[in-house]
């Protein structure tokens, strides 16, 4: 049930672009992106709820495929703030939320 | 307030001890989840109470017990763990437990058994 995520890492140095994606065998009911620092709380990113839809906010941005089976997060022009595990996450029948594989994502200078 | 309060931060504790693990939250969240997070992995459902009542257990062995005494607060029991325990449990809850609104998260209790 776990969505799954690539890459399983990325190395990106200030001011490059990253990709993240996550995938399912089964339609999503919906798909959030959180960031997790280490040692800290996962951080809550974005919701995309429809097929075909796209969000954004800053240089952070999302879409979901029309057959809500696959979703991704955009980076662009990263900061070093940007560094953390991403997680896409869904809950596919409601309030069971399951988190997928995760994407270390580390930024250098 | 858009917090959840999880104490203690950390925890340690013997395989014969009984310990509580406290959660709480004053956004009128009625959706409250227990998970578990292991090192480099992602956070694992354990449980989750809607509307005060336990709607999903994710199979967990039973030395962990969830309580929801009321809508704002959420326990977690602790009885006989085992080392391989040892991990960060973290409390998050939403709206309404419907899956299309966002998770907020406490910043989690380190719990290490020995």
Same mark, same amino acid.
């Given at each position: 049930q776990q969505p799954v995520q690539s890459p399983q890492a990325v190395i990106l140095r200030e001011g490059e672009d990253a990709v993240i994606n996550c995938s399912s065998s089964k339609a999503l009911y919906s798909v959030h992106w959180y960031r997790q620092k280490h040692g800290e709380a996962p951080v809550f990113l974005m919701i995309l709820l429809k097929g075909g839809e796209q969000k954004g906010h800053d240089k952070i941005s999302a879409s979901f495929n029309e057959k809500k089976q696959q979703s991704s997060l955009y980076l662009t022009a990263?900061?070093?703030?940007?560094s953390g595990t991403y997680f896409c996450g869904t809950g596919y029948t409601g309030n069971q939320f399951y988190f997928g594989t995760g994407t270390s994502l580390t930024v250098i200078p | 307030d858009t917090e959840v309060t999880q104490t203690p931060k950390h925890l340690v504790m013997g395989m014969t001890n009984k310990k509580s693990l406290k959660c709480e939250q004053h956004?009128?969240? %009625?959706a409250m989840y227990w998970y578990k997070q292991k090192a480099k992995k992602p956070p694992e459902l354990m449980f989750v109470y809607s509307y005060e009542k336990l &709607?999903?257990?994710? &199979?967990?062995? &039973? %030395?962990f017990s969830p309580e929801c005494p009321n809508s704002s607060l959420l326990n977690l029991h602790l009885h006989a763990?085992?080392?391989?325990?040892?991990a960060l449990y973290l409390c998050a809850s939403s709206?309404?437990?419907?899956?299309i609104e966002k998770l907020f998260f406490g910043s989690g209790t380190q719990l290490s058994v020995l």
């Open positions: 990263s900061q070093l703030s940007y | 956004m009128g969240h %009625r &709607s999903i257990n994710e &199979s967990v062995p &039973s %030395r763990l085992q080392p391989e325990d040892s709206q309404d437990g419907t899956g």
